[in-house]
C-alpha cells in the first residue's frame, strides 16, 4: 500500500484528504495542538517553526507528500513576517529537499493571493503580483517547491468551503451554516468574489494529481466567480435556512483592500483539461458537503 505524508492533517483540505483516502492508502498527518480522534491515520505532532521533521519522513519514506500546513490569516502574517517566512518559506524548501531526497511526490497548496486582482482572470501563465506579505511568502514557498523538488505540482486555489471533517476550527462556510441555524446575523462581503471550490471536490483532484503524471503549476478552482454575499445566501436557499441572517458588508471595514484583492477570478481550464475528476458546479459542491443538513452541529 502507498504512503501518504499529509501536513496540516487537522485542517479543512487535509482533513478531508486523510479521511478519503484512508481507505485506499497507509495515511500519515501532521498536527500541530489538536490531535484528531481517527484512528485510520498515524498522527505526528509537529510545530513547523521548529523545522525539524526531517526524521519523520526518513523513517516513513512516503510515496507522496501534502503539504497543506502553515500561516495564512493576512492580517496576522502582516504582523508577523518573521515567523510567516519561516513557516510558509523556510519550512516549505526544507520539505522540499527532503521530498526530492527521498524520491517522494510533493503537491503544495498554495493560494490566488499570489494576484493582485488587476486582471480580468488569472491562468497559470499570468504574473503574479502579490500584495500582502501572506501572498509574498506562498509565491516565493511556490519558487522554492520549484527549484529542489523536480518531481512537485504547485496546486493554486482560493475560498475553500466544507466541513472539516475532524471538526476542527470552523471555516467560513461552517461559520455561516452554524450561524443561519443558531438566527445569529453574520457580517458577509457583497464586494469581494472568488471562484470556490468544495473540499471534498479538490481533495479528489489533488488525489488524482499525485497519481499521475503531471507536474508543475496548477490552479484548481471553481467554474465561476460568486460573492461572498452570493455564496452565503446559496448556502441558506439549499439548506433552507435563514438567510436574512445575512449582514452585507464591505471588505474595508474588516480587512485591508490595499492587501486582499476584492476579485480574483481562477481560470481553470488546464484542471479540466488535464483531469478526470470532474470539477463541481458551485451548488452541487454544497449539497454534497453539507446535507443531510445534520452533518454540521
Not at 526524521?55 to 495564512?72: D, M, Q, R, V, W
Not at 471588505?251 to 483531469?275: H, Q, Y
Request: glycine share 4%; aromatic share 10%.
Amino acid at each position: 500500500m502507498k504512503k501518504i505524508f499529509i501536513t496540516g492533517a487537522s485542517g479543512l483540505v487535509g482533513s478531508n484528504l486523510a479521511k478519503l483516502s484512508s481507505d485506499f492508502y497507509e495515511v500519515y498527518g501532521f498536527y500541530n495542538q489538536n490531535k484528531p480522534n481517527f484512528p485510520k491515520v498515524t498522527w505526528i505532532k509537529c510545530n513547523l517553526e521548529n523545522l525539524d521533521f526531517e526524521k519523520h519522513f526518513l523513517e516513513i519514506k512516503p510515496n507522496f507528500c501534502f503539504h497543506f500546513a502553515g500561516l495564512s490569516k493576512v492580517n496576522f502574517c502582516e504582523e508577523n513576517p518573521k515567523l510567516t517566512e519561516i513557516v510558509n518559506v523556510l519550512a516549505t524548501e526544507k520539505i522540499a529537499k527532503i521530498c526530492e531526497k527521498i524520491g517522494c511526490k510533493l503537491i503544495f497548496a498554495s493560494t490566488d493571493l499570489v494576484f493582485d486582482g488587476t486582471k480580468k482572470s488569472y491562468t497559470e501563465k499570468t504574473e503574479t503580483n502579490p500584495l500582502s506579505i501572506y501572498g509574498k511568502s506562498k509565491l516565493e514557498a511556490e519558487r522554492k517547491v520549484s527549484e529542489n523538488c523536480k518531481n512537485s505540482v504547485v496546486a493554486r486555489f482560493s475560498l475553500v468551503f466544507g466541513k472539516n471533517s475532524f471538526s476542527f476550527g470552523e471555516n467560513f462556510s461552517e461559520f455561516l451554516v452554524k450561524s443561519f441555524k443558531n438566527s445569529e446575523k453574520v457580517k458577509v462581503f457583497f464586494d469581494q468574489t472568488r471562484a470556490t471550490i468544495s473540499a471534498k471536490n479538490l481533495v479528489e483532484c489533488l488525489l488524482e494529481l499525485a497519481e499521475n503524471e503531471f507536474k508543475g503549476l496548477m490552479i484548481l478552482a471553481g467554474n465561476k466567480n460568486i460573492s461572498r454575499v452570493e455564496f452565503a445566501e446559496r448556502i441558506a436557499e439549499i439548506l433552507k435556512l435563514n438567510k436574512k441572517m445575512i449582514v452585507p458588508t464591505k471588505t474595508e471595514e474588516i480587512l485591508d483592500v490595499k492587501i486582499v484583492p476584492l476579485r480574483i477570478k481562477l481560470d481553470n481550464s488546464l484542471a479540466k483539461k488535464i483531469l478526470n475528476t470532474k470539477i463541481l458546479e458551485f451548488e452541487e459542491g454544497i449539497v454534497r458537503e453539507f446535507l443531510p443538513l445534520n452533518c454540521v452541529e
